[in-house]
């Protein structure tokens, strides 16, 4: 995923616009994941615990070392239970347009699930620079803790095997951008902290170096193999960390822990032909005795624990934001986009115990279709149902792509007399039998699935699908929205952040009572007054031939139908074409004290503006709002 595009030496951030669990509820407390799937690598592997008050559900971005879980019962619908204000914060968008306000959260941002002392709690990261801990019963923040800027990956939960008090016993690791008042060339940028599970206070931080790389954030999510921590940093760097050691450092006031190694992720050639772009902001898995991680240098490594170093690499060349996932059958999922390479982005099935030069498997392409400042391809990682589905006839893929599709296709059946153009070279390799397809508007954000349940989020809003067993797809429900998030399941709920500040809890159980919280369905009027810039997407008309609302040819009418709100008008073009896509016709008027707006619709009387939201409501589009000029 790339927010950042820059030269070498100015940094210029471009804001775009994210077998079922082995317990069910019954069981919660007895059985939370089988853990001799942790026990088959090393009994030291330390990420997922269970202990007799606190129990980690899901303690790591997608869940595993595996990064191929993401919750135990879907739910049947996508019905609100709860929301909960995240706030906003400023972050650097570029040297040119100085400090923004972000809302709510953005990619990753899945949250963590922590069962203790017979209660559920979430650890969410927000654009409020705030790390948070969320009663999953009342919705009530627990606690916040403050980092220097805009957290926008996932966190990874750790119990501390060492004899020390319950406050350093139960961590999160942390990163966050590198500060909104730091420097790209400061000595000092403390993007990665480790904070108590318990009391929300600061353990340690990390300086994330300077380096050929034009970013000093943190977006990964950490594994602790063997009590040492391995963190994939911006800089380019893998750090591993000893989390059990912490020294005071007198100089700062704060402390730091002990820094085991250091392996950059890339070579002065890559730095050079990528500009600088070689940050890492994909998360490692651990598959035998590697660790695989996926870098913006444009190589897949493979880092021996055992030696301590990179004994597999894979060149691929493009800027590699997803994950790599893990199957069933030892192969690693690998997603690119659309970025110095002249081929096309998307998905592959790779075998790590060959040769780099013989290990790709398949390649599924996606369009090239550019949206924002991507080209096309796929930033978020791809979702499989290998934990949940031993069976590899109905094993799947899913991703998300920046063209506008959520593609779903086979794990081990291949495409009869079809191959795919390698995207780096005249090569053809074999590729996948797709097996379904869904328009769901541009995505960053990861899809997940469980049973028989898919959900996909994107910049239109949350999808919710059901396939059975022979893996005939169909959508269930749509809710409209804005989320660059990946969302996670937990006893019939979703839970997912938006861009338009909340955090959402989606779902038909009812095990946890509505909130308070949930806003108030009424559409205020809102005069000349700015929302917060972002955009909250219409749903789509139902497939047969529907009217589509038309604009007022006079928008100096009182009231405008607001369908977005964008401080440039590129981004309002391109929310204009996405509504478009949705069968909605829309103009952009602006700037209007610094504002650009898509309209929908205008109307000289209160009255009528009122009936045409309250018809827009009826479709589902319950976040359109009015502007009284």
């Known amino acids: ?86 706030g906003h914060g400023q972050t650097v968008v570029s040297a040119k347009e100085g400090k923004k306000s972000w809302y709510g959260a953005g990619w990753t941002g899945q949250p963590l699930i922590i069962r203790e002392n017979e209660k559920y709690y979430l650890i969410q990261g927000a654009f409020d620079h705030k790390l948070k801990k969320i009663d999953l019963q009342t919705h009530a923040v627990v606690w916040e803790y403050e980092f220097d800027d805009v957290i926008k990956g996932t966190g990874t939960f750790w119990l501390n095997p060492e004899n020390v008090n319950p406050e350093e016993k139960y961590v999160i690791f942390q990163g966050s951008r590198k500060g909104t008042n730091a420097r790209l060339f400061d000595s000092s940028v403390f993007s990665y902290r480790a904070i108590s599970y318990l009391t929300g206070k600061e353990l ?23 009590n040492k921590l391995y963190i994939p940093l ?25 820094l085991i190694s250091e392996t950059k992720l890339f070579t002065t050639s890559d ?29 897949l490594f493979g880092y021996n624990l055992k030696s301590d170093s990179i004994d597999w690499d894979l060149f691929i060349g493009s800027d590699i934001d997803g994950s790599p996932v893990i199957t069933n059958d030892s192969c690693l999922i690998i997603t690119i986009e659309k970025q110095y390479i002249k081929g096309n982005g998307g998905c592959f ?67 009869a007399g079809k191959q795919a153009k390698s995207p780096f070279s005249e090569k053809y390799f074999n590729s996948p039998k797709e097996i379904f397809k869904y328009y769901i508007g ?51 709920n979703i839970y997912v952040a938006s861009r338009d500040g909340y955090l959402y809890c989606f779902g038909n159980s009812d095990s946890i009572q509505n909130s308070n919280l949930t806003a108030s369905s009424s559409v ?41 709100t964008f401080k440039t008008k590129n981004r309002a073009e391109i929310f204009e074409k996405i509504l478009s896509e949705r069968g909605f016709k829309n103009e952009i008027i602006g700037p209007i004290k610094g504002n650009y707006y898509n309209v929908l619709n205008s109307f000289n009387s209160k009255d009528e503006s009122f009936n045409e939201i309250q018809k827009l409501n009826a479709q589902g589009n319950n976040q359109v709002w009015l502007l009284k000029q």
Not at 275 to 285: D, H, K, L, R
Not at 453 to 470: M, P
Request: charged letters at 20%; glycine letters at 6%; a neutral charge.
């Open 524 to 564: 205020g009027v809102v005069s000349n007054r700015a929302k917060p810039d972002n955009a909250l997407l219409v749903k789509t008309p139902t497939r047969g031939k529907e009217k589509t609302p038309t604009i007022a040819n006079d928008t100096s009418n009182k009231y405008l139908i607001i369908g977005g």
């Open 1 to 86: 995923m790339k927010y950042l595009i820059f030269s070498i030496s100015v940094f210029i951030i471009i804001f775009s616009l994210l077998i079922p669990l082995r317990f069910n509820s019954e069981n919660l407390g007895k059985h939370y994941f089988d853990y001799k799937n942790f026990i088959d690598i090393t009994d030291s592997l330390s990420l997922i615990i269970k202990n007799d008050s606190i129990n980690c559900i899901s303690g790591t971005y997608l869940g595993n070392f595996q990064r191929n879980f993401y919750g135990n019962n879907a739910p049947e619908n996508l019905s609100e239970n709860w929301k909960l204000f995240l």
């Open 442 to 492: 541009p995505s960053i954000s990861t899809p997940i699935t469980t049973n028989n349940k898919l959900i996909a989020c994107s910049y239109l809003g949350t999808y919710l699908f059901e396939y059975d067993d022979s893996l005939n797809f169909s959508i269930k429900q749509y809710k409209a929205g804005f989320s660059e998030a990946t969302p996670v399941i937990f006893n019939k």
């Open 271 to 299: 730095a050079i032909s990528h500009y600088g772009n070689i940050v890492t902001e994909s998360s490692p898995c651990i598959l035998r005795d590697r660790l695989f991680i996926t870098a913006g240098s444009g190589h």
């Open 349 to 415: 099935k790779i075998d790590p115990s060959k040769s780099p030069d013989s290990s790709i498997i398949w390649f599924f392409p996606v369009q090239n279709k550019r949206f924002a400042t991507w080209d096309g391809g796929i930033i978020g990682t791809a979702c499989i149902n290998d934990y949940y589905q031993k069976d590899s006839s109905k094993n799947i893929v899913a991703v998300s792509a920046i063209d506008g599709y959520l593609y779903v296709f086979h794990n081990s059946y291949l495409q």
């Open 204 to 226: 340690w931080r990390f300086n994330v170096k300077r380096t050929l790389s034009y970013s000093r954030d943190v977006d990964a999510s950490a594994l602790v193999y063997d």
């Open 234 to 258: 911006e800089n380019g760097i893998l750090t591993v960390l000893n989390p059990t050691k912490r020294i005071y450092n007198n100089e700062i006031n704060y402390f730091e822990p002990e």
